[in-house]
């Protein structure tokens, strides 16, 4: 069965300070996602990571994909008010169509 | 990325009754998914809305509870039938142009049951 952990859980940040998320996931995957989720809103796709070593930039977030460690990482650059919200991951086997998500990252940056 | 819109947005219901959640798309999209999040808790797949076929439904979620409609590449309905509190959640649309691609998902019906 796919599993999908994220972590931390809850992340609370001072302004202009870096830090990561991770995402590990249980079996080999075909596609990794993630998106953000502002209180009260729907999901926004941030990125979508396709094969080993992938790196996707925007603005102070960068993704990264590691398909042999089963890891992802969302890096947060100089963190800024406007980056508060939820964070998931999910991963997508393409046999079964099988996506899950993870918990969600509650990221809360204070100045 | 496609604009999606879900009917109602959200709505409080008494328990035993149905609601019929309405998912409307700007364009034509192959696959068509329904999602429930619990307040503060991830997204759990419901099932799978092709049109021209059965829904596809995950372990836990039945036919008879969550009948879905996908009569054309625009438009799905998803119904939660005989309300209990515990059907109390977000449910949340999303799309997608083939296997494997992004989804993008819909604003999401907020329901209380009471």
């Known amino acids: 069965e796919l599993k999908v952990e994220q972590n931390p859980l809850f992340l609370s940040m001072q302004e202009g300070k870096n830090y990561t998320i991770y995402c590990n996931y249980s079996t080999t995957s075909d596609r990794l996602y993630w998106y953000r989720q502002d209180p009260g809103k729907s999901l926004e796709s941030l990125f979508v990571?396709?094969?080993?070593?992938a790196v996707k930039q925007e603005g102070r977030l960068m993704a990264s994909l590691d398909t042999k460690a089963r890891l992802s990482t969302l890096h947060i650059t100089a963190a800024v008010h406007d980056l508060s919200a939820t964070y998931f991951c999910?991963?997508?086997?393409?046999?079964?169509?099988?996506?899950?998500f993870g918990a969600g990252t509650r990221l809360t940056v204070k100045p | 990325s496609a604009v999606i819109s879900q009917k109602p947005s959200r709505d409080i219901c008494q328990r035993g009754t149905s609601l019929t959640i309405q998912c409307q798309v700007d364009?034509?999209?192959?696959?068509m998914f329904w999602y429930r999040q619990q307040p503060g808790q991830s997204l759990t797949l419901i099932a799978t809305a092709n049109q021209g076929s059965e829904a596809t439904y995950e372990s836990g979620f039945v036919i008879d509870k969550f009948p879905i409609s996908r009569p054309n590449l625009t438009f799905s309905t998803l119904t939660v039938s005989n309300m209990s509190p515990e059907d109390s959640s977000i449910y949340l649309c999303?799309?997608?142009?083939?296997?494997?691609?992004?989804?993008?998902f819909g604003p999401g019906t907020r329901l209380l049951v009471l």
């Open positions: 364009s034509q999209v192959t696959m």
């Open positions: 990571l396709l094969s080993n070593g």
């Open positions: 999303s799309v997608a142009s083939g296997v494997g691609e992004t989804q993008y």
């Open positions: 999910a991963v997508l086997r393409y046999n079964n169509n099988d996506m899950r």
